[in-house]
Every structure is written in C-alpha cells, then in structure tokens.
C-alpha cells in the first residue's frame, strides 16, 4: 500500500523543491539587489553641528540676519567655511534671495537678508567647509510677519 503513494510523495517533493529554488532565487536577487545598493557608497556628509537663528524673532518682512554657528564633531568652532545663503518663499513665483554669510568671529557667521513679502519662507544654508566639503541645511522659517509701517502700525494680512 505505501509503496503506491511514493510517486505521489516524490512528485510534491520535487515540485516544493522548485518552489524552494524559486524562494532561494527570489532571495540571492533581493540580496544581490541590497548588495549593488551598498557598493554604491554616498558619501556621508561630515558632522558638523549648525546652530541657526534669526532676528528680529518672530521674523517679518524687512531686514532680517541669519547666525549661524557652526562647529564639529567635537563641539569646537569650525572656521573657514563659506557659507551662501538662499532665501525662497514656499510659493512659486517669487525670485529667491541671496546672501553670503560672512564669519563674524571663529565659527559664527552672519548674513543679512531682507524678507519682501509675509508668509512662510525656507532658507537654505549651502556650506562648503575648508576642505572642499559641501553640506545643506533647510531652516524653515514660517509665519513672517507684515512689516512695521512708518515704525508705529503694524500691517495684519488677516
Ligand atoms: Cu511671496
């Protein structure tokens, strides 16, 4: 009796030892997907600590100074950078606004720019450090206030 129902059994066996080679294959691709992904190495931009703010806080529309404070890994001044920094409003239609910050003292540097409509603003921060190193930030800089008119009343949009 047992010995009928071993074709039977050989023929699962095969056929969940194709589906082992197919989930084997399926495997080996996704790996040597996750290896290509690897061997392709991005450059990790180097730890610098940017310390950011703005003034007059809150922000509006007029001049504004943006400091930033940057240092390494281990907490100490990073000088030598250039710093150019671009503003742009979050809507379309509006040429940004550019500035370079200049390092006001070791590690610090400011740049002046001036906010021409309210709303929410992104400033970008691009770096280049003394070696040649470039890193970005973002400082997302919502809610600019409508400027003071005639240094007594202030303009509300709403
Ligand atoms: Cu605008």
């Known amino acids: 009796m047992s010995w009928r129902k071993l074709p039977d059994h050989r023929v699962r066996n ?39 703010e703005i003034s007059p806080q809150p922000a509006r529309v007029g001049p504004v100074t943006v400091t ?8 100490k001044a990073l000088t030598g950078a ?6 742009d409003m979050s809507h379309p239609g509006m040429n940004p606004l550019f500035a370079e910050a200049k390092e006001a003292e070791p590690g ?3 740049a002046h720019l001036e906010f021409q409509m309210a709303g929410d603003w992104v400033i970008l921060i691009h ?5 040649g190193k470039k890193l970005e930030r973002q400082i997302d800089v919502r ?16």
Not at 20 to 40: E, H, K, M, P
Not at 68 to 75: F, M, Q, R
Not at 127 to 131: E, F, S
């Open 14 to 52: 095969r056929l969940s030892r194709q589906k082992l080679a197919r989930r084997l294959a399926g495997f080996v691709c996704a790996a040597t997907l996750f290896t290509v992904g690897c061997s392709r190495p991005v450059e990790l931009p180097p730890f610098v600590e940017i310390e950011h």
């Open 68 to 75: 930033l404070k940057l240092a390494d890994a281990t907490g």
């Open 82 to 87: 250039h710093i150019a920094v671009e503003a």
């Open 108 to 110: 610090r540097y400011q």
């Open 127 to 131: 770096v280049t450090l003394p070696d």
């Open 143 to 158: 809610g600019v206030q409508p400027g003071v008119q005639s240094g007594r009343s202030t303009w509300r949009s709403t």
